[in-house]
């Protein structure tokens, strides 16, 4: 197996478990495919927030929406709650998109125009045909005091009416009346301007805490990313490099790519020490991707090795993992061997 | 290319369905098509000659269609017993006028079209573009028989050049190149000034477009001189709209083109078309439809191969298929 | 205008002066004051960052020093003297021969910037054989050595291609090499890194910078990113609502910010170097309408600093200890008054976080697995 291992899966309460997941979109009538994901796994535990980083076209969207099953993933096993959503049909499947929602981010694009803010946030209400009516208009105007929208203007308002930032509250107030157990985030601050995208990191913040929500956040802001997230896993080119709990990956990046990755965030600092990146260049056309190491191309310390074999997931100890050859350094003891599935 | 088999399949289709709704609507018009085609109240000998000629106009519309289309492309166009002329030979005299007349009326438009809608969006908003749009208002409103009879007395009747109503006649030409022009500048022209109205307000409004991009001020920002800036960046990528409207007309002009024929002549295909829909002359409107059926299909293909020689990125794409 | 490229080149004072610069839109709405009174100087061979939040003029301001807003319904005021020459309000005509010969433009999004119908070597030689009339042999030599200096493998080769034919961060290099093809003085780069991935972005930004050094071009690099700008610049410009609200040397800002709104915008972005889950300021609010700004300070009704007067009174550009740092504020960052007010910001903040540790600890006791309270030891951090 090709995949990038699954030595990083936890046995805890798990709301998702992604296994071996492979992405392919066929590029015209060429006969070639788009490598959008290419066998990964991952866990997130009830309550927790896993980050997906990683930059433009390695597969986080492909990622977030194979997992509602929008569209089905070419393969691999999407464990929901305990529920295999790959094998789920029509209306268990719906009932499953009830639980897990998701947040885009494009704020304004993804709320329909024609319709009041308020209708917008009822509407899965509407078709679940959850409660009476009664209880739905209580539910929605909370959970719209919630996000900071006063309801009576949302009941006279339409989306372009309101702000980026505020058009994104809305959307986060849809995603949450159906009660859902997880929230699958793609760049849900991307769009906004730094002041209002630290008012809506808070309140997806408080809305966690609150709902008890489990969240996947993806973002190519590396320091949203670490601020928002308990867990992250590392994205190039449809594979996972490396996987950590947040604080300890930004720590001690064990993955060429990680390190890259953060040394190219612009500190806000002048004082700061500028880190000229030594890798050139762009990541490779997800139709044909490199052999062995996906990074080998642009990675400082390729070798032969990297360009043959594909490294695997293995276990650096502290619930940090890393798929590289040559990890940077080791922050705990090096417990793992390479692992074989 | 598979793009190109695609683009062929579809070519067949609508030509199929077409003629065969323009065969249905001919037989439904008429109660007896084989009396119709004889000429009305004729003999039973010219009847059974028409029989003899067309065996199979007396079955049923399904087993008529494919013997029509049979005969259709082994090249036996109809013949119109009225007029005792096959139509393989009425083409060849009516079609050359009707298509001199088209593409004087194109290249007209464009001649007129191109440098007003150009300057329009250059100077948007500004006292020559809000002329341009009323004029060109007036024209799109205004039937091409409102204004050929307008010419008529502004131009035809008060010059000695032309000849007037009905008396436009085909000349090629390299028989007589001011002999051409005499006869088919006035109504090339009636055709051509709806199409500029119309060709115009698409290319200013696209222009607009794309004066507005981020690429034009980039070019501004060169130094690029603003007509270059006009003709060779903006021009070129609103050419694909123009040429999109310039496909869609094509089926207008056709219109256009029955009515000015009609008014100042030279007698081509159009004016042709209206007699044998008055005669009944079903062979022939079936010919006729089907050519201009597929001189509009073909058009349109001609201007989805232009896309790709305008456009690079189309031709990246197609390439992908 | 021959003239004024050899001013540009030898003449000594300042490269760009700005005097109460203007651009305001007639619109439907009304009145667009985009830029109101913009004030500043720029020496050359530095670079100058702009930064503010979206809306804030950054574009509309680089724009119209540019001369490149000149539409109907645009009405500038003020003066923009480059080299000591006003040039505000020069006729296009007049301006091409500052364009791409003396003030060149990037701008943000690589791939609507270049034209798609023209193939990459056309596009760079253009400028040459406009302004310096090369022949189109040397004019096409030097777009390679070009595209060579902004490190573009296989120049040859690309000379041919399209846009669509490039990944953006080769189009961006395009961009730049265009710019730079007939040795500008001034360079404008609006949010050239925006809409590339971060390890790019860095590659690009070391390559203006690069560039500006071995040609001692002066660059003004217009961003909404504090983290860019803090690298990459010798002074900074914050705007807010279509005014210059504070500038400094870029060091100076940074460690003595005077504007309450560049600590707050500053205070916002969240830190590497801070824990996760590691509470956020915000600012309440969103950027005034700039057909009818607020009466007073523009950022009062966000400012959590604002008292009674700056609701009132507009406050003018101070000069702080540094006398190329100026601001715009009653109350500045460090005053005791904003000392005061911070306090309590702070605490706000403290307690909000709290909350939220509280919220998560409510919600795990009230789930009824007791068994996994989660969300609640990740809010107390690692601690549990
Ligand atoms: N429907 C699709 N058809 C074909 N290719 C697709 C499709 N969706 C995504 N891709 C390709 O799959 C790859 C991964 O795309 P994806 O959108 O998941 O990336 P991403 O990490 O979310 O990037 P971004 O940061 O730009 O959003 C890209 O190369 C993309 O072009
Ligand atoms: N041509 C125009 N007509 C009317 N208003 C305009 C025009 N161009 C810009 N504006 C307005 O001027 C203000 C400033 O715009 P500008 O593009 O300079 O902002 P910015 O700071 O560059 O923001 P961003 O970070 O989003 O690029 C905005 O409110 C914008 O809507
Ligand atoms: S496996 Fe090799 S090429 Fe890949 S990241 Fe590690 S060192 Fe670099
Ligand atoms: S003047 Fe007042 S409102 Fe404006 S920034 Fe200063 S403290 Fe805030
Ligand atoms: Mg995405
Ligand atoms: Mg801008």
Sequence with gaps: MAGTGKAHLRDGDAVLRVEDLVMEFPVGRTGLKVNAVSGISLDVLRGETLGLVGESGCGKSTTGRSVMQLPRPTSGSVVFEGQELTALQGGAMREARTRMQMIFQDPISSLNPRRKVRDIVMEPLNIWKRGSSAERAKVVDAVLEDVGIDPQRAAESQPHQFSGGQCQRISIARSLVLDPTLIICDEPVSALDVSV?????????????????????????????????????????????????????????????????????????????????????????PVLPPPGCRFNTRCPNADDLCRTDEPQLRDLGGGHFVACHHPLETPVSLTGTVSSN | MRYVSQRLLQFFVVFIVVTFIVMVATRIGSADPVRDLAGGAVSDQQIARVLNDYPYLDQSLFLQYPQWLLDFVTGNLGYSYTQSQSGLAMFQQRLPPTLFMGFWAIVIGLAIAVPVGVYSAYKRDGAFDRGASYTSFAFISMPPLVIAVALLFLVVTRTSLFPTVGGSSYIAPWDSPWGHFRNFFIPSLALGLGLAAVWSRFLRADMNLTLQSDFIMLAKAKGVSPARVLWRHALRSSVLSLITSVALQVSALIGGAVVVEQFFGPRGIGDRLVFAIQQNDILIIQAITAVLVVGVVLANLIVDLLYAVVDPRIRHARKLG | MSGLQTDARQSTGPLLEITDLKTHFATERGLVRAVDGVTFTLERGKALGVVGESGSGKTVLSRTIMGLLTARGVELSGSVRFAGQEILGLKAKEMRHIWGREMAMIFQDPMSSLNPLMKIGRQIVEPLQIHLDMPSDDAKATAVRLMKDVRIPEAERRLEQ?????????????????????GPTMLFADEPTTALDVTVQAQILDLIGEQRRDRNMSVILVTHDLGVVAGHTDEIAVMYGGRLVEKAPTKTLFANMKMPYTKSLLRSIPKLDEPSHTRLATIPGRPPDLVNPPKGCRFAPRCAYARDRCHEEEPVLEVAEHPEHVYRCFYPVGSAEFEERDEQVKAELAREAAAVRAAADQAAADSAHGDVPLAAQLMHGKDI
Excluded: W
């Design chain 1, 197 to 285: 995208q630290a008012q809506v990191i808070n309140l997806l913040e408080e809305l966690k805490a609150r709902y008890g929500l489990t969240l996947v956040f993806i973002a190519h802001d590396l320091a949203v990313v670490k601020n928002v997230s308990d867990r992250v896993a590392v994205m190039y080119l449809g594979k996972i490099c490396e996987v950590a709990s947040s604080d300890d990956l930004y720590a001690r990046p064990s993955h060429p790519y990680t390190k890259v990755l953060i040394d190219s965030i612009p500190v806000p600092d002048p004082m700061a020490e500028l880190h000229h990146s030594d890798i050139v260049g762009e990541p490779p056309s």
């Design chain 3, 162 to 182: 399209y846009p669509h034919e490039l990944s953006g961060g080769m189009r961006q290099r395009i961009m730049i090499a265009i710019a730079l093809a007939c």
